[in-house]
């Protein structure tokens, strides 16, 4: 049995299909194992449901437990959860996959209730680890897999029984092998996603875009390697995407079974490809869809007004872009790559305008080596973006390194920055709110570094009490009004400081902020 676990990562009632661990469950399905999920945004106590599920097999059977992780309240649960696996069941091996173990892979195993990682790519990986445990076999030939080898254990898997022994770790005698990474599995020779599995009924929500809108994944990778970006170690700049044809099958199949009329997709980068996504769109025309999707400014500037006009007609209604930042320095600082520019971005805003799409973007302040002036001159360019696009959804976040080469994390090491060296202290309050950039920490903004934070929220609470999103169905027209009319001595005079009123009114008319509950 392998129990696949999504840990808590979202606020009730807006939870996503489990869409990398579905992935590894159909070809698990494909090959005939035996496999269950458990959703913690779902499940209350998913250290409970886990525990109960596995102490039900007979310990001759095989057993596993594989966690997706990705920093911030996943990790915080899946270190909890996965303590109380160990403690209850030292037996079973569990491997993590994800953003963060990717990244991360000797700090994940330098911990005594986790035995390996898997890096990258999982669905061939989590397949061939599971043939090497079950029935023995060189762990070294695993792609991908991290493990801990000690004294007491050579590279081969298994014991008596052909089982992995969860023993080796609580070994202090052993170092981590990091396997090098295989080649990535082509999207569409893998297997459609179980939906018949799951209970599709706690994973379609009511939103901006539709009444039943779904979470899908047509992509892996991405091409670029900004120095901020969790994607690079993911996908070593490759770009994977399945073809038109099986997106639209995918995309009838949810339509015509489950009702779907709206559809978020979670790629890393969707529109990498202009053939692909004009097919596409071409496809899915008289479905019925709206649609989401994210993708980089400077390849969505170079898209032809046919192709806007045919997403356009094919239901596409938001676009989030990582505009990152109002300057052309602070995009080089960041690796952007490719043709990016902060005049760019004020042209898609002016585009998606001229066909009714809702753009979204991000922007990520407090940059080294001067905050201050970075969180000054993008309050400045975000409001230009504001006169020509009032509709633009904007998100902000405050700068967390990555351990990925480059100008932006070199200097946040000659600040004094540097990661934890335990999953315990990844997992503390304080850690958990820095990896959602949002906590502090941050050497190069101490002293400042908590006014700067504070301006932000500030900044926040003005620019979405007088342009409120356009994605709050709650809203009435007075309501928008009545925030309009609070905010806008604020935004004329650009007096951000303490807007207590503001909150106060927040109070009374709950409007929804982007950048901290999305729509």
Same mark, same amino acid.
């Given at each position: ?383 230009? +973006?504001? $006169?020509?696009?009032?509709?633009? &959804?904007? =998100?902000?976040?405050? @700068?967390? %390194?990555?351990?990925? #080469?480059? !100008? /932006? ?42 006014? +700067?934070? $504070?301006?932000?929220?500030?900044? &926040?609470? =003005?620019?979405?009490? @007088?342009? %409120?999103?356009?994605? #709050?169905? !709650? /809203? ?44």
């Amino acid at each position: 049995m392998i129990l696949l676990y999504n840990p808590l990562s979202t606020t009730p009632g807006k939870q996503p299909l489990p869409l990398s661990l579905m992935a590894l469950a159909a070809v698990l399905e494909t090959r005939g194992e035996a496999w269950a999920l458990v959703d913690g945004n779902v499940v209350p106590d998913p250290g409970a449901e886990i525990v109960a599920r596995l102490s039900a097999l007979p310990r001759s059977r095989f057993a596993m437990l594989a966690v997706t992780v990705m920093p911030g309240p996943q990790l915080t649960q899946a270190v909890a959860v996965c303590r109380r696996v160990r403690e209850a069941l030292p037996h079973v091996s569990i491997v993590w996959g994800g953003y963060f173990p990717t990244q991360h892979a000797d700090t994940v195993l330098r911990s005594p209730y986790d035995d390996f990682v898997i890096r990258s790519q999982g669905e061939r990986a989590l397949l061939q680890l599971v043939d090497v445990l079950r029935s023995g076999g060189l762990l070294n030939s695993v792609g991908g897999l991290s493990w801990k080898a000690g004294s007491a254990e050579s590279s081969g898997a298994g014991r008596a029984g052909g089982f992995w022994s969860a023993s080796l770790s609580g070994e202090r005698n052993h170092h981590v092998v990091n396997n090098p990474v295989q080649p990535l599995t082509t999207l569409d020779d893998l297997p459609d996603l179980p939906y018949h599995r799951v209970d599709m009924r706690r994973y379609l929500h009511k939103n901006y875009l539709g009444h039943r809108t779904v979470a899908h994944n047509s992509s892996f990778g991405c091409p670029f390697a900004c120095n901020f970006c969790a994607v690079v170690a993911m996908s070593n700049r490759r770009w994977l995407a399945q073809s038109p044809a099986r997106m639209e099958r995918v995309m009838r199949h949810l339509v015509t079974t489950y009702g779907v009329d709206a559809v978020q997709m979670h790629d890393m980068d969707f529109f990498i490809s202009e053939a692909r996504t004009e097919e596409f769109a071409r496809r899915i025309h008289g479905l019925g869809l709206r649609w989401w999707a994210l993708g980089r400014v400077d390849t969505l500037m170079q898209y032809s007004d046919a192709t806007w006009g045919q997403m356009a007609r094919a239901g596409l209604a938001m676009v989030f872009s990582g505009a990152e930042s109002g300057t052309d320095e602070g995009l080089a600082r960041m690796n952007k790559g490719g043709r990016a520019s902060a005049a760019l971005t004020l042209e898609l805003a002016r585009r998606m305008r001229d066909y009714g799409i809702v753009p979204e973007f991000s922007f990520v302040l407090g940059c080294p080596p001067d905050p201050e002036q970075d969180v000054a001159t993008t309050f400045e360019f975000i409001r230009r +973006i504001k $006169r020509i696009n009032p509709s633009t &959804e904007i =998100v902000l976040y405050t @700068y967390t %390194p990555v351990p990925l #080469d480059g !100008r /932006l994390y070199a200097e946040a090491q000659r600040l004094g920055f540097a990661f934890p060296e335990t999953l315990d202290e990844w997992a503390s309050p304080e850690w958990e709110q820095l990896s959602m950039r949002r906590g502090d920490g941050i050497p190069w903004m101490e002293g400042t570094g908590a006014d +700067i934070r $504070r301006r932000i929220r500030n900044f &926040e609470r =003005v620019i979405n009490a @007088y342009y %409120p999103t356009v994605t #709050d169905a !709650r /809203l009435t027209r007075w309501h928008r009004a009545a925030l309009k009319a609070a905010s806008a001595w604020r935004y004329a005079l650009k007096w951000y400081h303490a807007p207590y009123e503001l909150r106060a009114l927040h109070r009374l008319i709950p409007y929804q902020r982007p950048e901290t509950t999305g729509f």
